[in-house]
């Protein structure tokens, strides 16, 4: 089976040391849901056309933040949604002041913001800029005008590429998010789009198949007939294709779906992946703090409702077992491609990964060329990254 490259010695990530105890988190994360329109593949916290919520919006989240008593020092600060630099100026300003109020960012912090090519200017990257803000991601998807009307986008190649002029020009790191296995999409439109985001020399580029989830728009008209799915084989292609070109461009393939120039992977969501502890704020949005997992509402308008009355805005709340807490952060490091130092994990965790996956299945991964398991490290292989989505049952036991 074909290997991952050797990548160079780099520093072991910090989620295979154990944070000491009752450390609180490092990192936040807020929720902007304001769309000028819904997409038809997003299962996100949105809410479209409704830019006469965002005043009450801002109070809320004013009111959520304070509930932390004191601010909360960061070291990574993730404004995502939604569509934040759909706010316009003003309101964006004050959300920027609100949150790192409440989140101030420490001395070399992270700091990114989610952005629209089809609504993000000079008045918004300005905005952003002296708010601190040092990495901006775009929802580029496709730079090929078919396929993004088929994904229901609404910007072009030309915003997209004035999107980064005003990011870099603002001294912000650059991520492009790339989706692929659209209906209709052929493996060379795709190479093109991957062609189209090198040349514009971004940081770092996210690339996902598309997804039909339940709920969506897309997933009523695929259960109608009315879109098709891609071709597994063809989803594989692509997939590939995107590890090879982004690669050969330079880019690190640091995440199953993540490729970084040197230095600027996305260290928020390396949180993540690391099973370190996170805030959150904002309708829909996840935190996890002191060991506790808690979802807000994902009703914009409830939110609001709940958080403007003095009430507990959470609607979900759970404290893993341990054992169960083991096996979400092995799936999670496991995405990375660095993979899990096993010692490290085993004392973290108080499971072996071993245990985890049963020794023989383990075992029967590796000998199938899904797993390698060099130096003390288990890491999926490149076949493994091509159908890691089932293998992550195996070890959840779902």
């Not at 803000?133 to 994904?151: D, H, M, T, Y």
């Not at 002029?165 to 190479?191: C, K, Y």
């Not at 807490?325 to 995405?335: K, N, Q």
């Not at 060099?374 to 070890?395: A, H, I, K």
Request: contains cysteine; glycine residues 8%; negative net charge.
């Amino acid at each position: 089976m074909p290997q991952l490259p050797v990548q160079p010695p780099q520093p072991l990530p910090r989620g295979d040391v154990a944070p000491p105890p009752g450390e609180p988190p490092r990192a936040a994360y807020i929720h902007v849901p304001f769309c000028r329109h819904r997409c038809g593949y997003c299962n996100f916290t949105v809410v479209a056309g409704r830019d006469d919520l965002v005043p009450r919006f801002l109070q809320a989240l004013e009111c959520e933040l304070a509930t932390l008593g004191q601010p909360r020092q960061v070291d990574t600060l993730f404004i995502g949604g939604g569509t934040p630099t759909l706010l316009e100026p003003a309101d964006l300003e004050r959300l920027l002041a609100i949150i790192t109020a409440w989140h101030p960012l420490a001395a070399g912090g992270e700091f990114s913001v989610e952005a629209n090519p089809e609504c993000f200017d000079q008045a918004r990257a300005s905005c952003l800029a002296a708010a601190g803000v040092n990495r901006i991601s775009l929802g580029a998807q496709s730079f090929n005008p078919e396929k993004l009307r088929r994904l229901e986008r609404s910007h072009t190649a030309a915003d997209i590429a004035r999107s980064v002029e005003l990011a870099r020009a603002a001294g912000a790191s650059v991520s492009l998010d790339l989706i692929f296995a659209a209906p209709h999409e052929t493996l060379d439109q795709w190479r093109a789009d991957v062609h189209a985001a090198v040349v514009l020399q971004p940081d770092h580029v996210s690339t996902y198949g598309l997804t039909f989830e339940r709920g969506t728009t897309f997933w009523g008209r695929l259960s109608r007939g009315e879109l098709n799915p891609a071709d597994e084989e063809l989803e594989r292609a692509m997939y590939a294709e995107g590890i090879d070109l982004l690669t050969a461009a330079g880019f690190e393939h640091y995440e199953v779906s993540n490729f970084a120039r040197p230095r600027h992977r996305c260290r928020h969501n390396q949180v993540y992946w690391e099973a370190a502890p996170y805030y959150a704020a904002g309708p829909g949005a996840a935190r996890y703090v002191d060991g506790c997992r808690q979802v807000n509402h994902r009703s914009t308008t409830t939110w609001m409702k709940r958080v403007l009355a003095g009430q507990s805005p959470v609607a979900e709340s759970e404290i893993l077992p341990p054992e169960d807490r083991a096996r979400e952060a092995l799936v999670l490091g496991l995405r990375r491609i660095e993979g899990v130092a096993m010692d490290a994990f085993a004392r973290r965790f108080g499971y072996s990964v071993e245990s985890l996956f049963g020794p023989e299945l383990l075992q029967q991964l590796i000998d199938q060329g899904l797993f390698a398991c060099e130096q003390g490290r288990l890491r999926l292989t490149r076949e493994g990254l091509f159908v890691s989505d089932s293998l992550w049952s195996l070890v959840l036991r779902c």
